[in-house]
């Protein structure tokens, strides 16, 4: 297995599991940046994520700690730590050892979804995991969509792709006829790189004939970092959704994908309606058809783009760029715009 040319640590925001899997009390193994983690629930329903061994005699805290109150006690000697990985006590001394500290990582629940925060260097997030109504500025809530979670996810773990595929698919607007057999080709409308969080924005003019009626639809995308994404689209179905990539390790990263139907005039309750659950059924399956290229593409770098696809990848591979720590050195930064003009030049 070749490793893959594109570093498999980049800093974010990255989704290791939907907020209803971690119950309160409960404790969640996991391996991401190849790191053993755990995800713990305090009694009060705090969350939080560690790496997994204890720092007293390095106990797997996921086989056999349990939550006692807002700590985590480990199995082996029952040392007790607290969200913040330091050891609050010792139950056979009479003080706890303030020396030590369990790495443990940003962590925040939003979009019925668990997020860490990963950087290689330990620095702080120095952006935020977008708020999925809040983020598109329309007075939608949560309460005009069925809910998600379980029954509108896709999960697919340990896949050999890479997060920034799936950023650049979102300006791949040739791949929508081949991929995903639609009538039209989208046209871009906005593409905004000039920070962490980038925008990318397109509507859709279906071919003649197709329809009958003048439909006006369109997709606005918010891309939080290379891990964390959300889209709203409008027009012939309104929904959103949030595709999240992980790297697990060197070579392969977990997907996670989340989809939100708006709900029908009338309807309200807990659960998906039939209608939702067909429409998320739908959305998911386009999602998988990616996928199925994601999941065998390799990185061509530099890509031989067409004139039409130029701007829109080269502009995202040069906000790209500042996500990877390990290759910052040797990297220039891009233009203030996010364009590599330099590219226009070879």
């Known amino acids: 297995?070749?490793?893959?040319?594109?570093?498999?640590?980049?800093?974010?925001?990255?989704?290791?599991?939907?907020?209803?899997?971690?119950?309160?009390?409960?404790?969640?193994?996991?391996?991401?940046?190849?790191?053993?983690?755990?995800?713990?629930?305090?009694?009060?329903?705090?969350?939080?994520?560690?790496?997994?061994?204890?720092?007293?005699?390095?106990?797997?805290?996921?086989?056999?700690?349990?939550?006692?109150?807002?700590?985590?006690?480990?199995?082996?000697?029952?040392?007790?730590?607290?969200?913040?990985?330091?050891?609050?006590?010792?139950?056979?001394?009479?003080?706890?050892?303030?020396?030590?500290?369990?790495?443990?990582?940003?962590?925040?629940?939003?979009?019925?979804?668990?997020?860490?925060?990963?950087d290689i260097d330990g620095r702080p997030p120095y952006f935020?995991?977008?708020?999925?109504?809040?983020?598109?500025?329309?007075?939608?809530?949560?309460?005009?969509?069925?809910?998600?979670?379980?029954?509108?996810?896709?999960?697919?773990?340990?896949?050999?792709?890479?997060?920034?595929?799936?950023?650049?698919?979102?300006?791949?607007?040739?791949?929508?006829?081949?991929?995903?057999?639609?009538?039209?080709?989208?046209?871009?409308t906005r593409h905004d790189f000039s920070g962490p969080v980038s925008y990318v924005d397109f509507t859709i003019a279906f071919d003649a004939g197709v329809t009958q009626d003048d439909v006006h639809s369109g997709v606005e995308s918010i891309n939080a970092g290379l891990g964390c994404s959300i889209t709203k689209s409008w027009g012939m179905v309104d929904n959103r959704t949030m595709p999240a990539v992980t790297p697990v390790d060197e070579y392969t990263c977990d997907v996670r994908f989340t989809v939100w139907i708006g709900r029908k005039r009338g309807e309200d309750g807990p659960e998906i309606t039939p209608y939702g659950k067909a429409m998320a059924d739908y959305v998911i399956g386009q999602f998988e058809a990616d996928i199925a290229i994601w999941s065998h593409q390799r990185y061509s770098d530099p890509p031989a783009l067409s004139r039409k696809e130029f701007e829109g990848f080269t502009s995202l591979r040069a906000w790209a760029r500042q996500f990877y720590p390990e290759a910052a050195d040797a990297a220039p930064e891009p233009p203030h715009d996010g364009i590599d003009r330099r590219a226009r030049t070879r």
């Not at 109504?133 to 329309?138: E, L, M, Q, R």
């Open 128 to 188: 935020e995991v977008p708020d999925l109504f809040a983020a598109f500025g329309d007075g939608k809530t949560a309460d005009d969509y069925y809910p998600p979670v379980p029954a509108a996810t896709l999960y697919r773990p340990g896949l050999e792709l890479h997060p920034q595929y799936v950023l650049e698919n979102g300006v791949d607007f040739a791949h929508f006829k081949f991929v995903h057999k639609t009538p039209f080709v989208p046209e871009f």
């Open 1 to 118: 297995m070749a490793k893959p040319p594109l570093p498999m640590r980049p800093t974010g925001w990255f989704q290791v599991a939907w907020s209803a899997e971690i119950g309160v009390g409960a404790v969640h193994t996991m391996t991401y940046f190849g790191r053993e983690m755990v995800a713990w629930r305090t009694a009060l329903g705090q969350i939080a994520v560690f790496d997994a061994y204890c720092e007293h005699l390095g106990a797997h805290l996921g086989y056999g700690g349990h939550v006692e109150g807002e700590n985590l006690v480990c199995p082996f000697h029952g040392w007790e730590w607290n969200r913040e990985g330091r050891n609050v006590c010792i139950p056979y001394e009479s003080h706890p050892n303030k020396g030590r500290r369990i790495r443990s990582y940003p962590v925040v629940e939003r979009n019925e979804a668990v997020w860490i925060w990963f």
